[in-house]
């Protein structure tokens, strides 16, 4: 568009003054008016000439800036043409225009309704009439700037939880997706005769599949995404995502329920007694943990849950082989700590393994062991279960120079500021971070992987390394910090 905007005041013409009395939606009376104080008028005999010819120059106006002379005018903008008022003030102003023009052949314009291919169409029809192509523009044309340097950059980082929503639903959709219908497929094989097992709520799962497909569709839409929807439509959009991934769970367990169970006769559904469930509490005996692969490759990802003890092993439920372990501190408040367990799990594609969480002997689970340094002020940590201990010079008599730097940008003092849509930083440009307090520096070491966190009043940041020789893995985990070290 090569004006200002999308909207009918800026989509006629150069002059929105001019275009804005042909946006019939404004009419005297209504909820919407001009700013420019000058209201459309309802086309009559009377008028309809003087209302023409006006809008013909604005016409005219705007085709000097194109190669062809079939134009586009959109006649829209947001939240528009939700009442069949404005459908009709539209439609029947501007059909009383076009026929003048029709009726007026010495004013050489053809003025007719249409949708965008109707548009692309009669433009290819032109210049094939004349002989002659369009020049062509190539590239990546983002990051858009509308106008000055407001370059559209916000919306990649706009409310990142929303947008991390969106990626755990698509993901658990596609998921949940191709085990609903391996069950399918199973349940009829097992029968023979076509139909699927009595008590499996087949319909129920394909609403929910289908509701699961329209939230997710929803939230691509371009004010939701992209963060920059208003806060009561985001809420709702956040509350849709959540409700479908939480009603997806409800089909993947009972899928899940199905494929793994070795004698199909013995299955029954009960929605008041889950088969299997999301949490897991080892207690005094063994759980069984499932592990899903929706991917049509084999996997090698680092498995990590949160158990309620320390003391714990995990064993392959089809070979009985006992997997590598690596228990693992979750660092939240200074008091209070909880553990992690990892293993590595090799995953056939579109498979679902079967391990057992089992309670060890005290102390016989491999922990991780913890360094912490902090610059000045060495933190005093205590921990029953993890071995904890302060920094006291290179281990191994050899030094590793390792550097991370961050920047951060300031804002604007005056005129417009960066917001959902844009990024507009100050003019002095991006400034190294620093801080009036040195961070604090926690390494971990285990069997499985090592890390380096460094904790700083505004933000966390940590390097993991996975100790699995030429294998790319999946499985990073967030951590947090204790800036005064914690005990139990």
Known sequence: ???????????????????????????????????????????????????????????????????????????????????????????????????????????????????????????????????????????????????????????????????RLDRTLESTLRATEIFYTLTLADMRRFR????????????????????????????????????TARDPVVIDYGTRLFHAILNLRQVLLSSAHWLILLDKSQYHEDPSKPFLQMVLIIGDCCRSLIVLNPTEQLRTSVITLVVDSPDARVVDAASGRPMAVQVSGVWAEPSKVSAELSFVAELPPLSLNVYHVIKAPAGSAPRARYVVHRHGDPPTIHSEHFQVSRLQGPEDGRVRQVQVHFLWYGTRTSGDRSGAYLFLPGEEGPQAYSSSEPPLIRVTRGPIFSDITSCFPHFTHTVRLYHLDGIRVSGQKGTSCSVSGFSQ
């Open 1 to 163: 568009m090569p004006f200002y905007s999308y909207d009918v005041p800026h989509t006629c013409g150069p002059n929105p003054a001019v275009c804005c009395q042909f946006d019939f939606h404004r009419l005297p009376g209504g909820r919407v008016f001009c700013p420019w104080r000058i209201p459309p008028q309802p086309i009559t005999e009377q008028n309809i000439k003087e209302r023409a010819l006006l809008l013909l120059d604005q016409y005219r106006q705007k085709s000097r800036l194109f190669r062809s002379s079939v134009l586009l005018v959109p006649l829209g903008d947001d939240f528009r043409f939700v009442e069949s008022g404005e459908w009709d003030a539209q439609f029947s102003n501007y059909q009383k225009l076009f026929d003048y023009f029709d009726q007026h052949p010495e004013l050489h314009i053809k003025a007719r309704f249409g949708t965008l291919s109707d548009y692309f169409a009669a433009l290819h029809r032109r210049l094939a009439e004349a002989g002659t192509t369009l020049p062509t523009l190539r590239g990546d044309f983002f990051t858009y700037a509308d106008r000055d340097d407001h370059y559209w950059s916000g919306y990649f980082t706009s409310r990142p939880f929303y947008k």
């Open 192 to 227: 023979g005769d076509g139909r699927l097992v009595e008590g499996f709520p087949a319909r129920e799962h394909y609403q929910r599949l289908t509701e699961g497909r329209r939230s997710l569709g929803l939230f691509q839409h371009h004010d939701a995404v992209t963060g």
